[in-house]
């Protein structure tokens, strides 16, 4: 993963699950990823301790940098995609930022996905968008404690229900809108969703070039490695500002044995 314009983390949530998970931080290593991000991957917005300490422990041994964590988002394998809009979920969204936030203290992680959730007609949509900005704002208030940036994303259409937010423009309107104190609240600019939504990747990157804090990649169709599918992404992070100084992760679910299937990076992120 050296040699080239970015470093690359891969997400062990999507990638090297022909392991366990707790044996994903040791596979990524021996792949030659220093660098992993996960789903919140409890099943409960706030996990035992032990759980979270036999997590952080395999991350530890396998002397890889957490960069990246999802906070809880409900019921993601029933299809669930967020919980920050629904008013009833928001103390145990509260309780899981804490517990986010501890784990962030004793990993170094700083980039805190926040899915917005699907729309529920149980509330009016002023409530949902009201309870979802809330959201965003306590949380990012707790990750600033230390540095962090709490991230929005666009989700594909038809693959994520009634979730509202599409286009990375939406997004924009959303972070605009939360106003964090701390300006820690940024796109996460999926090349994968954005992609399959018809976006223009590039048009993209330039126009909000200043809101893009962390990037994720995957082809479409299909959400396989790169190449496996149509997107231009060695385009799309061609046009990535200069000074973009994070991470590419690899957020795909991979055609074969992971360890197969990391080829595509010389082809669209040339070695210098």
Not at 49 to 58: H, K, M, W
Not at 205 to 217: G, K, P, S
Request: glycine residues 10%; proline residues 6%; hydrophobic residues 45%.
């Amino acid at each position: 993963m050296r040699g080239h314009r970015f470093s690359y983390a891969a997400n062990i949530s999507i990638m090297f699950t022909e392991h366990e998970l707790l044996a994903r931080p040791a596979a990524a290593r021996a792949a030659g990823f220093g660098l992993i991000e996960l789903w919140w991957p409890f099943s409960r917005p706030v996990a035992d301790q032990a759980e979270v300490d036999a997590l952080i422990t395999a991350i530890d041994r396998a002397e890889v940098g957490l960069i990246g964590l999802n906070f809880f988002a409900g019921d993601m394998p029933a299809g669930q995609r967020g919980v920050a809009n629904r008013p009833a979920d928001g103390a145990d969204l509260a309780a899981n930022v804490e517990q986010v936030a501890s784990i962030a203290r004793r990993t170094g992680c700083r980039k805190f996905n926040l899915l917005y959730g699907q729309l529920d007609d149980r509330w009016t949509p002023a409530e949902q968008s009201a309870a979802a900005v809330t959201a965003i704002g306590r949380a990012a208030e707790t990750v600033a404690e230390f540095g962090g940036t709490v991230l929005v994303e666009p989700l594909a259409r038809g693959l994520n229900g009634a979730y509202p937010l599409t286009t990375a423009d939406e997004v924009v309107d959303v972070i605009t809108e939360v106003a964090a104190p701390a300006g820690n609240v940024g796109l996460l600019y999926d090349v994968f969703h954005l992609g399959s939504n018809g976006a223009d990747l590039v048009a993209d990157a330039r126009r909000h070039a200043d809101r893009i804090a962390h990037v994720q990649l995957a082809d479409s169709p299909g959400r396989g490695e790169p190449g496996t599918g149509t997107l231009p992404i060695a385009a799309a992070l061609a046009a990535l500002p200069a000074d973009y100084d994070g991470v590419i992760a690899c957020e795909y679910k991979p055609t074969k044995a992971t360890e197969q299937t990391l080829g595509w990076i010389g082809a669209v992120d040339p070695p210098r």
